[in-house]
């Protein structure tokens, strides 16, 4: 069964750092994209981050670009997401996505369920 | 990367179709046939219903469907089911290597 399992979420202050994992199975890893998307509450999808499927190129939104980096290692099938210089507009439940054959970051067919980001003082 | 313009209700009766717009520009919706659906129940993550504007993927049924007219991308949904009622998002590449969502839209099933 493919799956993806996200684990790091957790509360933070303003100005601090996390880092998010997400562990894949089922699937070739190293072969697709991978990327984070995040929803804040009772708000919409906001994609975040996007990494090929061998890692070396990234691509970030606006609004992380050089705070969050994205990474992935695939000896160990695990994604991860650096977040530096937190802000409490980036509290939001952050979700791996696992994109389509062929594409890099415009679908995604697999979701993970997703890990919680508080970021308050 | 502004976000693409969706109503954020519509209804339908079990049974009736209802469509969903999802509006963007033609920096994204009208440049790419990258056009994708997801579906969210509450609590849930999102699940892919459409892909590359029109095309569904193995197991979802085919009462879904897409479509794109210029700048505007939509979802049809035939043959209203109770579980069809869930929110419904749209993306689209937006070129320069990033990808934008529209703002979502709750359906109901009346």
């Given at each position: 069964?493919?799956?993806?399992?996200?684990?790091?979420?957790?509360?933070?202050?303003?100005?601090?750092?996390?880092?998010?994992?997400?562990?894949?199975?089922?699937?070739?890893?190293?072969?697709?994209?991978?990327?984070?998307?995040r929803q804040a509450p009772g708000k919409g999808l906001e994609w975040v981050s996007t990494i090929t499927g061998g890692g070396g190129s990234t691509y970030y939104a606006d609004s992380v670009k050089g705070r969050f980096t994205i990474s992935r290692d695939n000896s160990r099938d695990?994604?991860?997401?650096?977040?530096?210089?937190?802000?409490?507009?980036?509290?939001?439940?952050?979700?791996?996505?696992?994109?389509?054959?062929?594409?890099?970051?415009?679908?995604?067919?697999?979701?993970?369920?997703?890990?919680?980001?508080?970021?308050?003082? | 990367q502004s976000a693409l313009t969706q109503p954020p209700s519509a209804s339908g009766s079990p049974g009736?179709?209802?469509?969903?717009?999802?509006?963007?520009?033609?920096?994204?919706?009208?440049?790419?046939?990258?056009?994708?659906?997801?579906?969210?129940?509450p609590g849930k993550a999102p699940k892919l219903m459409i892909y590359e504007v029109n095309n569904r993927p193995s197991g979802v049924p085919d009462r879904f469907s897409g479509s794109k007219s210029g700048n505007t991308a939509s979802l049809t949904v035939s043959g209203l089911q109770a579980e069809d009622e869930a929110d419904y998002y749209c993306s689209s590449y937006a070129?320069?290597?990033t990808l934008v969502f529209g703002g979502g839209t709750k359906l109901t099933v009346l």
């Open positions: 069964e493919v799956q993806l399992l996200e684990s790091g979420g957790g509360s933070v202050q303003p100005g601090g750092s996390l880092r998010l994992s997400c562990a894949a199975s089922g699937f070739t890893f190293t072969s697709y994209a991978m990327s984070w998307v695990t994604l991860y997401l650096q977040m530096n210089s937190l802000r409490a507009e980036d509290t939001a439940v952050y979700y791996c996505a696992k994109g389509i054959v062929g594409a890099i970051l415009h679908t995604f067919d697999i979701w993970g369920q997703g890990t919680m980001v508080t970021v308050s003082s | 009736q179709s209802v469509t969903i717009s999802c509006t963007g520009t033609s920096s994204d919706v009208g440049g790419y046939n990258y056009v994708s659906w997801y579906q969210q129940h070129g320069r290597d």
